[in-house]
């Protein structure tokens, strides 16, 4: 699909259909999220693929309140998510890449001296990849925050201390094409009220 197209047409879908996703769209997915940049090329964004339906409807009830999701009106159709990716931020990794002799002048082996979280970064960039690949294989996605269980879900991933999803994303084929959630509700900014040219 072409570029500008990708970008206009991506956005949060929250309701698919039973329709299967391949396995090898889903590992394409990941291949796009891993071929992001990432700070000193440390590739600390590691994923983790669920593709088991049991498992896919323990952790949408595990990371929502009871009831929420059979009854919301937005993400009712959340529980044919057919893949769940997790990015993973790895905080560890990037502070022992910072500290190998080839970037031990920046001084940022330490967490204090880092002036952005680029673990966090590096993630965003990985999800925000995995994202544009969605649209170009004509499927949907949505990326949710974790509010709830997320100790359990540590547990459940099998996920050492220290490493933590990004959040969660979903994965299905649409069951609209009509917006939902907040752009439902909130008009879209234009250029002229985001962009600043030369000073703020
Ligand atoms: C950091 C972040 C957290 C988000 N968390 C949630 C969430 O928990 N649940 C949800 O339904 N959408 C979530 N979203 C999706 C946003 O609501 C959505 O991207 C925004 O309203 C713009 O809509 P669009 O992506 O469809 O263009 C999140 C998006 C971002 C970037």
Redesign the pocket.
């Known amino acids: 699909m072409e570029f500008d197209r990708t970008l206009r047409r991506r ?2 879908h ?1 309701s698919f259909t039973d329709e299967p996703v391949k396995i090898e769209q889903v590992l394409a997915l990941c291949e796009a999220a891993i071929r992001a940049p990432s700070a000193g090329f440390t590739q600390g964004t590691e994923l983790i693929v669920v593709t088991d339906p049991g498992r896919i409807g323990n952790i949408l009830e595990l990371i929502t309140t009871e009831g929420w999701l059979r009854n919301s009106p937005t993400h009712s159709g959340l529980l044919n998510t057919q893949a769940l990716i997790f990015p993973i931020v790895n905080k560890p990794a990037y502070l022992a890449r910072y500290g190998e002799p080839d970037k031990a002048d920046t001084g940022m082996a330490f967490e204090d001296a880092w002036p952005q979280p680029y673990w966090t970064v590096d993630a965003s960039f990985a999800t925000m990849q995995l994202l544009l690949k969605v649209v170009d294989l004509g499927l949907g996605a ?4 974790i509010y709830h269980g997320a100790d359990r879900l540590q547990d459940l991933l099998a996920l050492p201390r220290g490493l933590e999803p990004l ?1 969660i994303v979903c994965i299905g084929h649409p069951a609209s094409t009509l ?1 939902t ?3 439902s509700r909130r008009k879209r900014r234009g250029p002229a009220t985001l962009i600043h040219h030369e000073h703020w």
Not at 142 to 145: H, K, S, V
């Open positions: 956005r949060m929250r949505t990326f949710m925050g959040g917006a959630g907040s752009p």
